[in-house]
């Protein structure tokens, strides 16, 4: 029995379905990623403790950002793979990479150069070695070889983009050149491979312990992990199974892992050295898979009132423009620059108004151009 269904047999709704580039809830996910990170060091900002120990009830909000757009940037562009494929017979890595760079490079270099000039005006204090890491998509490598964990605030957050330009750097290859068989397994596979990973990162390459959320051989699960949801949305006889799992329950139940379980076992498992490295192995690959479980559901479940929450306009408007936010964000929510909650408000109005003018003066022309280089993709 094979484990994923080929494309040929599918049906006509489902043929339909994918012919859809862009995912249902998707953008909603990305607004919801992304206000996570917004709460997270907004509370960070405010410079009164009690102020800020009283708003920080949740947790580990920001890491739990990341973690669900590292599973929706795996999921998405396999998605995208599996499209030009089945379309076309091929995957341009070429047209690949010149998408990706029109898509990532215009706003995530722009504000390197923001940085460098306040840096050279004297506003904010950070090394050309910081600079020049995050230029080169080297971050989350050189924090931890040259400066042992320690970098400026300002480019902080390029870890995360650096993780996810290592993972186009791979993933799309091993996609494009193995057999169309292999590929979906592969996926599976490096998915589960998570814990295998951080042991193999602690033994044999121990310049990088204790640096496992940050660099690329001990995060690839998460995002391989949507790799792996992408290929089931691509099975006629998966999406008829994820049709039938229960929307709120899922949704509910990966709220209560990732917002309750997974922080109280982290604070009870403090003392207890065998169980916080158990956790360390496995946690990270069990958070990429109930992410992933609601983003299938939300995906290819049953429409009612959660569907209709992650496509409501609003929601899809901030995930849109998710990316210009992230980006935008680490200028105005330094720790401690808020004095209290109202100029932490007019703070996220600023990265609102900036996120929307870099979005449509920025990202909206080199999405444009972007969209002329898909292949068997409908934009």
């Known amino acids: 029995m094979q484990l994923f269904t080929p494309a040929q047999n599918d049906t006509s709704s489902s043929r339909q379905a994918r012919s859809q580039s862009h995912l249902a809830s998707l953008d909603g996910a990305r607004a919801f990623s992304i206000l ?84 050279e005006l004297g506003y904010i204090s950070i090394g050309w070695l910081d600079i020049f890491s995050a230029f080169t998509f080297t971050h989350n490598y050189y924090t931890h070889l040259v400066t042992n964990g320690a970098h400026a605030w300002w480019l902080g957050h390029t870890w995360s983009l650096c993780i996810e330009e290592q993972f186009y750097l791979v993933w799309p290859s091993l996609f494009a050149f193995l057999p169309r068989r292999f590929s979906p397994r592969l996926a599976v596979a490096l998915a589960f491979s998570g814990p295998l990973l951080r042991l193999m990162n602690y033994y044999f390459l121990p310049a990088f312990r204790g640096a496992e959320n940050d660099v690329f051989q001990t995060r ?21 199974r994820i049709h039938a799992i229960p929307v709120w329950p899922t949704i509910i139940l990966t709220a209560l892992f990732l917002f309750g379980l997974e922080p109280v076992l982290s604070s009870l498992s403090a003392n207890h050295p065998l169980l916080v490295n158990l956790l360390r192995l496995t946690m990270p690959t069990v958070e990429g898979l109930v992410i992933a479980a609601s983003l299938l559901v939300l995906i290819a479940g049953k429409h009612g009132v959660a569907f209709w929450i ?51 003066f920025l ?10 280089l898909r292949r068997g993709v409908a934009v």
């Open 310 to 360: 992650f496509n409501f306009p609003l929601m899809n408007h901030f995930g849109r423009l998710s990316y210009s936010l992230y980006i935008w964000q680490q200028l105005f929510l330094a720790p401690g620059s808020a004095k209290n909650l109202v100029a932490l408000s007019l703070r996220m109005t600023l990265i609102y108004l900036v996120a929307l003018c870099s979005y449509h």
């Open 363 to 372: 990202e909206q022309p080199f999405l444009k151009l972007r969209s002329r």
């Open 220 to 240: 690839i699960d998460i995002l391989m992990v949507g790799c792996a949801a992408a290929f089931l949305l691509n099975s006629p006889r998966w999406r008829v």
């Open 36 to 119: 996570l990170v917004l709460i997270d060091h907004g509370i960070s900002s405010v410079s009164n403790e009690t102020a800020a120990e009283k708003y920080n009830f949740l947790p580990n909000l920001g890491h739990i950002g990341v973690s669900t757009f590292f599973v929706i940037s795996g999921l998405l562009i396999t998605w995208l793979l599996i499209k030009e494929r089945d379309a076309t017979g091929s995957v341009s890595l070429s047209n690949f990479y010149i998408r990706r760079a029109l898509r990532i490079l215009p706003v995530y270099y722009l504000l390197i150069l923001t940085v460098s000039i306040l840096k």
